[in-house]
């Protein structure tokens, strides 16, 4: 099982030096990639109907994942990075398929671009795009994207892009894993439909549980689960050990990725403190 870290972005933003210290200690430490999320506009939740239902307020700070994984890239050399999840369908498509490929090519193929829907039909607003149909366009958006990763010149005409015989150059050399996220049934169908893996935010038994949802829909598919990942992500452990054991859990139901969080763990607004809880954790993990 792979293990690796996500920066804590909502705690610790706009410093380069914060960032050299935590990639060089990821890769030290012998972490095997880096997480980060995405939010490009954060909003209040006071005063609206519809009421807005994520964790994440105007206080939380975020890095564009794409930009903050160019600048790792070159700091390290074996680290692989994962966006975990962007939100694709208020994004436009040809962007990022040039942004994931420029960050693969200069990694050297070391990118894996999660992908999901959201929550927050704030930030659709403000980025020009439609909440509601966001199922629908992030299911053609991952054709989408794999087409432009792939052919020199594209024709397309969907319900929500349009290109006109066009093409992002460069390309990658490899069609970049595409993995997806959610918390529902038809998260886990479309994840399976569409994916090379599925990204779960749960403790132990809540992503085993919804990784068996997954192998269901894989298995009507006929599509092989042995080649399909998952990954847990831990943010609801407050501690290392809880941390620990539910990677742990994931792993003996077959789990081939987990992601270790040290934000909203009460942990200083200092560096060194996040990297000593996730260097903690690795310890607790690695001696079960």
Same mark, same amino acid.
């Not at 909003?43 to 939380?60: F, I, M, Q, S, V």
């Not at 996220?181 to 886990?188: D, F, L, M």
């Not at 847990?232 to 859990?249: G, H, M, S, V």
């Given at each position: 099982m792979k293990i690796g870290v996500s920066y804590p972005v909502t705690e610790l933003a706009g410093n380069p030096d914060d960032i050299r210290k935590f990639v060089h200690a990821a890769e030290e430490l012998g972490f095997s990639h880096m997480m980060a999320y995405d939010?490009? /506009?954060?909003? *209040?939740?006071?005063g609206r109907e519809p009421k807005l239902t994520g964790p994440y307020t105007e206080k939380d700070s975020f890095h564009d994942p794409f930009v903050l994984f160019g600048f790792a890239a070159a700091l390290c050399t074996k680290l692989e990075f994962v966006t975990g999840v962007l939100v694709l369908p208020q994004r436009q498509t040809a962007l990022v398929a040039q942004q994931a490929a420029d960050v693969d090519l200069l990694s050297r193929e070391r990118?894996?671009?999660g992908v999901g829907i959201g929550w927050n039909y704030?930030?659709? !607003? +403000?980025?020009?795009? !439609?909440?509601?149909?966001?199922?629908?366009?992030?299911e053609e958006q991952t054709g989408l994207l794999r087409e432009l990763w792939?052919? *020199?010149? /594209?024709?397309?005409? %969907?319900?929500? !892009?349009?290109?006109d015989r066009a093409g992002i150059n460069p390309r990658p050399r490899r069609q970049i894993p595409l993995w997806l996220g959610g918390h529902s049934e038809p998260a886990y169908e479309r994840g399976a439909r569409l994916g090379d893996g599925f990204i779960f935010a749960a403790d132990g038994p %809540?992503?085993?549980? +919804?990784?068996?949802? /997954?192998k269901h829909h894989l298995a009507a598919l006929g599509r092989d689960e042995n080649a399909f990942g998952r990954e847990l992500l831990t943010i609801f452990a407050r501690n290392q050990q809880?941390? +620990? !054991?539910a990677i742990k859990t994931f792993r003996d139901a077959g789990g081939t990725h987990g992601t270790v969080h040290s934000m909203n763990k009460g942990l200083p607004r200092d560096m060194d403190a996040h990297i000593d809880f996730l260097a903690q954790t690795k310890r607790v993990i690695d001696a079960g």
């Amino acid at each position: 099982m792979k293990i690796g870290v996500s920066y804590p972005v909502t705690e610790l933003a706009g410093n380069p030096d914060d960032i050299r210290k935590f990639v060089h200690a990821a890769e030290e430490l012998g972490f095997s990639h880096m997480m980060a999320y995405d939010h490009v /506009v954060k909003a *209040p939740h006071e005063g609206r109907e519809p009421k807005l239902t994520g964790p994440y307020t105007e206080k939380d700070s975020f890095h564009d994942p794409f930009v903050l994984f160019g600048f790792a890239a070159a700091l390290c050399t074996k680290l692989e990075f994962v966006t975990g999840v962007l939100v694709l369908p208020q994004r436009q498509t040809a962007l990022v398929a040039q942004q994931a490929a420029d960050v693969d090519l200069l990694s050297r193929e070391r990118l894996r671009l999660g992908v999901g829907i959201g929550w927050n039909y704030v930030e659709y !607003d +403000a980025l020009g795009q !439609d909440f509601k149909s966001r199922n629908k366009r992030l299911e053609e958006q991952t054709g989408l994207l794999r087409e432009l990763w792939t052919t *020199p010149v /594209v024709n397309f005409q %969907g319900r929500f !892009d349009h290109i006109d015989r066009a093409g992002i150059n460069p390309r990658p050399r490899r069609q970049i894993p595409l993995w997806l996220g959610g918390h529902s049934e038809p998260a886990y169908e479309r994840g399976a439909r569409l994916g090379d893996g599925f990204i779960f935010a749960a403790d132990g038994p %809540g992503a085993v549980e +919804a990784w068996g949802r /997954v192998k269901h829909h894989l298995a009507a598919l006929g599509r092989d689960e042995n080649a399909f990942g998952r990954e847990l992500l831990t943010i609801f452990a407050r501690n290392q050990q809880e941390a +620990a !054991d539910a990677i742990k859990t994931f792993r003996d139901a077959g789990g081939t990725h987990g992601t270790v969080h040290s934000m909203n763990k009460g942990l200083p607004r200092d560096m060194d403190a996040h990297i000593d809880f996730l260097a903690q954790t690795k310890r607790v993990i690695d001696a079960g």
